[in-house]
């Protein structure tokens, strides 16, 4: 069985992604068409800036806490190292 | 990181366009992040599989966003084309990694550049074969000649913010993976590929602009005006050493800042008209002197003019494949650059010189302006002091030329 090695913890910033992804989804779909409480409708436009703020999040994520353990462009490589799937031959 | 800024900018300008034209706006936003992520798996990833699954999370995130005006038939016939031939491709690029496996015996980059290096014979069948799958299938990604044939088409129907998305994740994502591949896996067998890509290089910037000329839509200038910036990328790849690896990724960046930039302008303009004809741009400097002026100093830098960050980023790009005794090739890139400043001045023209139909004030909205300021300053800032953003590539394609690659480039 191949082994698996990858370091999780350099994946914040795709896990923050996803969950935004899946945050917003959420939000189109089950938010109140008349607010709740204070809070208004939930427009389209608002959505996108939602969406801006998340993925900044991750940018800020991959430079404080990624960036910390591997620094640079393509250097995050570590955390997709993975080992197995050699050919025996 | 560089990937998580592209979603934003795409974000921040998709606001009022979603508002205004589409429908389901939390799935299309959910898109934008999932490509994002993609695109961050292709340019971290070092094992083939790894980088295929995160180039179709990326592929497929695309393919949904371009035929999202559901109501419209170009956006359901661009994104059927682009779905179609990213299809074929993804088999394609599947069937060269299968080919390679077979070969060298691992799916790992580094353990192929190691199995590569030990085989001193020539290249073999399996290997030979491999190689050329993949080249196709990230051709296909990138939009190199001859496997550029969905770009006009997607990038025309596909709503705006998304043709933009495409023209700076698609391609920024798959030059992190080109450069990562060749560099760490196939560098020993430099001598039998380079010259394939150089002529692959040729041919995109070639055919990329001269085909600009004749268009008259902007979405479609664009598209092929890609195209041709993907032609100087190859040239990256072509020369491949650490000195070029560094300056295709500072390209790389310039060209996308540069392009989110003119993207931005033309999407506000078509949130104010709804027309993407060059002719509609005409008189535009009296109606929206910021937005003229943004856009001038965007096409000016994809057409690689001083002060702006196409020309420091060329230059440094075309330093690098005349190093690599590829001058000829950074002759035929500057000469495509200058073909490439006619049909931009074009647009310019239009906007200066150009009559406006009726000339009315444009509302103005502070969010995108915001946006485009940024975009700008990242335009100026790069063309006129590179040094530091430079610098901080060198460090991160230091490690992609550390192992095998390295070895393989300086004992050439």
Known sequence: ?89 | MFFGLIGVFACVASARFVRDRLLHAGEYYAFILLAVVGANGMAAASELLTAYISLELLSFSLYVLTAYAKFDLRSNEGGLKYMLLGAFSSALLLYGIGMIYGATGSTHFGDIGRALSKDTGGIDEALFLGLALIMAGLGFKVAAVPFHMWTPDAYEGAPLPVTALISAISKSGGFALFLKLFAEAFAPKIDDWRYFIAGLSVATMVLGNLVAIQQSNIKRLLAYSSIGQVGYLLMGIAALSPESGSALVLHMMGYVVTNLAAFVCVIIFYNWTGKEEIKDFAGLRDTAPFLTWSLSIALFSLAGMPLFAGFATKFILFQAAADQDLLWLAGIAVTMSFVSLYYYLVIIKEMFLGKAEAAVSMPVPWVEYGALAVLVAGVLFIGLYPAPLLDWVDGSTADVFAGVGQAAVAGR
């Open chain 1, 1 to 89: 069985m191949p082994e698996a090695n990858f370091d999780w913890k350099l994946l914040a910033p795709e896990y923050i992604l996803v969950a935004w992804a899946g945050m917003l989804i959420m939000l189109d779909l089950f938010w109140p068409a008349g607010g709740i409480g204070r809070w208004k409708r939930l427009d389209k436009e608002s959505l996108g800036y939602i969406a801006a703020a998340g993925a900044l999040i991750a940018v800020l994520v991959s430079l404080i806490w990624v960036d910390h353990v591997v620094s640079g462009v393509l250097r995050t490589d570590r955390c997709f190292r993975v080992r197995g799937l050699r050919a025996v031959r």
